[in-house]
Each structure stands twice: as structure tokens, then as C-alpha cells.
């Protein structure tokens, strides 16, 4: 069965700097990987997907990730951090009939 | 135009009550899922469906019954609600998730509906 690890259940960052967000991934076939973001009382929304046509994957938002098959990692990057990038964010993978999703990284962006 | 859309976008109500989560989207897909999200914030997978079948029923308890009358929609009926029931429920939808491919299997959310059971 597949699954997904996010590393670190809150993250910390400065406005400006670097924004990563770990998450890794066991499957025994090829994943369907997904970033989603979820704002305060809201649903969640697909920042990007893995794609097996380019291992780098460009989002929405400036986020971007990049799936490793040797390290089995997908993690989501943004280059500068802006405060409204405040939010929820879990790793998923696809599993028949579902998605499996991480435990969620709450990312905070301090001015 | 709302996607996947739920109602209501709240409910409280007491411990014994039934209570109904309407779902429906208008994206022409053909999976349909419930998730429930906890206080922690995990998300699981509740209830899977295909074009109106039930495919995943993740170790539900039979109070919870979900059902789609057409592939657009896909309602959650709970009976004798319990404390343990307070939880954000989500409603989402797939292309077609049983075909596979990330454009396929790529879910579209709703905004939640949070039930509090008092």
C-alpha cells in the first residue's frame, strides 16, 4: 500500500526566505503524488502534481517540488516566503479509490 | 461557479440527533469521496464512490450512510450522532480515479462542512 511521511508538523519561516516542506513516500509502483494547501476554514486546494513526464513540478503560487525516485521524496519549495503562504499543507498519494493523504505541515510566515 | 459544493458549511446539534451533509459537483466527474478531517487536522478517507456505486468503505461505522442518487451528487446521512462525530467532513471528486493517470485521479474539494456534536 502507498503512503506518504510529512516531516515536520509545523515549519517556521521569515518573510522572504526559503519556504521547504518535506514529504517522502513509500509505493511499489509509480506514485500519483499531490501538494494541497488548505487555508483556515477552508477546503483544500491542489498547489501541484507529480507528473512522470518532468520530476520538477511547478504549482501554483510560486511553489514548486521536486519528486526524487532514489530518496523516494516530493518536497515542496518556494523560493520566498510571503505572509499569505500561512496555511496547511499535506503531501498525498494515490491509492485506488483514494487519496492517502500526510499528517499536514502547518507552515508559518513571521514578518 | 462552484465547483464541488457542500451544505451546510456548519452544524451543531446534540448527541442521539440524525443529521444529513448534502454534496454535489458540477464537474462532470465520476468519483465522488468523503473524508473526514480531525482535530489534529488528519484527513481520511471515508467513503469512495463510482458513478453511483460504492467502491471504498473505510471501516465506517453503520451509522454513517452515504448515498448518490446520480453521479453528481453524494450525500452523508449520520444516525445517532456522538460526541466523537465532531470533525470537519469533506466532500470531494475525480475525473475518473479508477482509470488512473494524474489528471484522472487529481481530487477537487469542497469547503467543509464542521460538525459539532454537543
Known amino acids: 500500500a502507498q503512503s506518504v511521511t510529512q516531516l515536520g508538523s509545523h515549519v517556521s519561516v521569515s518573510e522572504g526566505a526559503l519556504v521547504l516542506l518535506r514529504c517522502n513516500y513509500s509505493?511499489?509502483?509509480?506514485?500519483?503524488l499531490f501538494w494541497y494547501v488548505q487555508y483556515p476554514n477552508q477546503g483544500l486546494q491542489l498547489l501541484l502534481k507529480?507528473?512522470?513526464?518532468?520530476?520538477l513540478v511547478k504549482g501554483i503560487n510560486g511553489f514548486e517540488a521536486e519528486f526524487k525516485k532514489s530518496e523516494t521524496s516530493f518536497h515542496l519549495t518556494k523560493p520566498s516566503a510571503h505572509m499569505s503562504d500561512a496555511a496547511e499543507y499535506f503531501c498525498a498519494v494515490f491509492q485506488p479509490g483514494k487519496l492517502i493523504f500526510g499528517q499536514g505541515t502547518t507552515l508559518q510566515v513571521k514578518p | 461557479d462552484t465547483a464541488v459544493s457542500q451544505t451546510p458549511k456548519y452544524l451543531v446539534t446534540q448527541m442521539g440527533n440524525d443529521k444529513s451533509i448534502k454534496c454535489e459537483q458540477n464537474?462532470?466527474?465520476?468519483?465522488m469521496y468523503w473524508y473526514k478531517q480531525d482535530s489534529k487536522k488528519f484527513l481520511k478517507i471515508m467513503f469512495s464512490?463510482?458513478?453511483?456505486?460504492?467502491?471504498i468503505n473505510e471501516t465506517v461505522p453503520n451509522r454513517f450512510s452515504p448515498k448518490s442518487p446520480d453521479k453528481a451528487h453524494l450525500n452523508l446521512h449520520i444516525n445517532s450522532l456522538e460526541l466523537g462525530d465532531s470533525a470537519v467532513y469533506f466532500c470531494?471528486?475525480?475525473?475518473?480515479?479508477?482509470?488512473?493517470?494524474?489528471?484522472?485521479?487529481?481530487?477537487?474539494f469542497g469547503q467543509g462542512t464542521r460538525l459539532t456534536v454537543v
Open positions: 509505493s511499489s509502483v509509480p506514485p500519483y
Open positions: 507529480y507528473t512522470s513526464a518532468a520530476t
Open positions: 470531494a471528486s475525480s475525473p475518473a480515479a479508477f482509470k488512473g493517470g494524474e489528471i484522472n485521479t487529481e481530487a477537487f
Open positions: 464512490y463510482n458513478n453511483k456505486e460504492l467502491i
Open positions: 464537474l462532470g466527474h465520476d468519483t
